[in-house]
């Protein structure tokens, strides 16, 4: 049994040959940046980078009176099966990690606030990872879901993504407000918010009611380059 765990995730580019791959299957941005969301989104860029959190039980935690920057309250892993290709998005497999990390954690999809998306700001996976998320979390909703994506800022990460986006949404949950979304401009046109009340926004936006004491909920995908997404 393991009373504390230094989980964590790191990216190193430190050959050319992954690269040459990725963009002999252009997958990578030919402006070099990441516009998640936006209308010209047209591929990703790749990162370096590492990070780690430090995990325990709630009541460990609280018995050793450590500070607790945020509470796991469910998880999920599940596999997109047979697909078009290795880099093409499943949008009811995305769904279904969604629903039941919800499940996990006594959630529904409104009680949610703040979603870190996958985000690689490809033309077809955000618009199919946006759909996911309004169909799971856009049901009934009384107060914004606002979206963003650290890979705005730093690239992807690849095996580091997960963890880095973790991390944001961290402090994204300490700080009450969300980082505005580098490099968005103009909403892809294939990205269908009606009956949504989602924000997707390249400015600062403010989290909750106003009262500091009130809980927020956020939510972080990471879909893997082999068809596995967690949630």
Same mark, same amino acid.
């Given at each position: 049994?393991?009373?504390? /765990?230094?989980?964590?995730?790191?990216?190193?580019?430190?050959?050319?040959?992954?690269?040459?791959?990725?963009?002999?299957?252009?997958?990578?941005?030919?402006?070099?940046?990441? $516009?998640?969301?936006?209308?010209?989104?047209?591929?990703?860029?790749?990162?370096?980078?590492?990070?780690?959190?430090?995990? %325990?039980?709630?009541?460990? +935690?609280?018995?050793?009176?450590?500070?607790?920057?945020?509470?796991?309250?469910?998880? +999920?892993?599940?596999?997109?099966?047979?697909?078009?290709?290795?880099? +093409?998005?499943?949008?009811?497999?995305?769904?279904?990690?969604?629903?039941?990390?919800? @499940? #996990? $954690?006594?959630?529904?999809?409104?009680? #949610?606030?703040?979603?870190?998306?996958?985000?690689?700001?490809?033309?077809?996976?955000?618009?199919?990872?946006?759909? /996911? =998320?309004?169909?799971?979390?856009?049901?009934?909703?009384?107060?914004?879901?606002?979206?963003?994506?650290?890979?705005? *800022?730093?690239?992807?990460?690849?095996?580091?993504?997960? =963890?880095?986006?973790?991390? %944001?949404?961290?402090?994204?949950?300490?700080?009450? %407000? /969300?980082?505005? @979304? #580098?490099?968005? %401009?103009?909403? *892809?046109?294939?990205?269908?918010?009606? @009956?949504?009340?989602?924000?997707?926004? $390249?400015?600062?936006?403010?989290?909750?009611?106003?009262?500091? *004491?009130?809980?927020? =909920?956020?939510?972080?995908?990471?879909?893997?380059?082999?068809?596995?997404?967690?949630?």
């Amino acid at each position: 049994m393991c009373s504390t /765990a230094l989980v964590g995730g790191v990216n190193v580019m430190l050959h050319p040959r992954s690269y040459i791959g990725c963009c002999a299957a252009k997958m990578l941005s030919f402006k070099g940046r990441c $516009a998640t969301f936006d209308e010209e989104a047209d591929g990703y860029c790749r990162g370096e980078g590492v990070g780690a959190v430090v995990l %325990k039980r709630l009541s460990d +935690a609280q018995a050793d009176g450590d500070p607790i920057l945020a509470v796991i309250r469910g998880s +999920a892993v599940n596999q997109d099966g047979r697909s078009a290709s290795l880099t +093409a998005p499943n949008g009811p497999a995305q769904e279904a990690v969604i629903k039941q990390a919800l @499940n #996990v $954690a006594g959630l529904e999809g409104r009680d #949610v606030d703040y979603i870190e998306c996958h985000g690689t700001g490809t033309s077809l996976g955000d618009p199919i990872e946006v759909e /996911a =998320i309004k169909n799971v979390l856009g049901d009934q909703r009384s107060k914004p879901l606002v979206l963003g994506s650290v890979k705005t *800022n730093i690239g992807h990460l690849e095996g580091a993504a997960g =963890i880095i986006g973790l991390i %944001k949404t961290i402090e994204v949950l300490r700080h009450r %407000k /969300a980082p505005g @979304n #580098v490099h968005f %401009k103009t909403l *892809n046109p294939k990205i269908n918010l009606d @009956n949504f009340n989602a924000v997707i926004s $390249a400015h600062e936006t403010q989290l909750g009611t106003g009262n500091p *004491n009130s809980s927020l =909920i956020g939510s972080i995908s990471s879909f893997g380059f082999g068809g596995t997404n967690a949630h």
